[in-house]
């Protein structure tokens, strides 16, 4: 047997640096969290100018109090989602600001979360019900149900969200 041939098996140790189980390639996360960054940006964007049109522009209807109230939980949702990705970029570069926010933004952001799906649900029954029964909606519906619906879901979802 030659001597200078180790007996332990060669193949299995890291033959770089980048090899070793520390040193993983994260710039796939990295490339993600930045497309998350763009895209909320631009989801910002245009839930801004949504608001904007709804808030002062449009008159005040039914469907139009849901979906602004719709665009300010997606708003909301979008800017979780956005503080977040960028304290995970801020964090790949070991500034470790991700670990301390971590659980208050998953906190934060189930609320609009919850409160968009749930706004989801208050327009499909208001249209099912102004197409199944339009005599009754449109003589008993009561003028500022959409408001009341709303309030009420907001409140639900910010205990749902604490709990």
């Known amino acids: 047997m030659d001597p200078t041939v180790s007996s332990h098996n060669t193949a ?44 002062f522009h449009i008159r005040k209807k039914v469907i139009s109090i849901y979906i602004f ?25 070991g500034f470790y600001a991700h670990k301390v926010s971590k659980s208050i933004l998953g906190n934060a952001a189930i609320i609009p979360y919850i409160a968009g799906l749930s706004i989801l649900s208050a327009i499909s029954t208001e249209r099912c019900l102004s197409v199944l029964w339009p005599i009754w909606y449109h003589c008993h519906r009561p003028e ?14 910010f205990l749902m969200g604490i709990l």
């Open 12 to 55: 299995s140790m890291p033959t770089n640096e980048t090899d070793q189980p520390g040193n993983q390639d994260c710039s796939p996360i990295l490339a993600l969290n930045f497309l998350a960054i763009i895209i909320a940006l631009v989801g910002l964007v245009g839930n801004t100018i949504v608001l904007w049109l709804l808030g």
């Open 69 to 93: 109230n719709l665009v300010l939980a997606d708003s909301f949702f979008l800017c979780c989602h956005f503080i977040d990705s960028l304290l995970r970029v801020i964090d790949f570069y």
């Open 144 to 157: 500022n149900m959409s408001v009341v619906i709303c309030a009420l879901i907001w409140a639900l979802s």
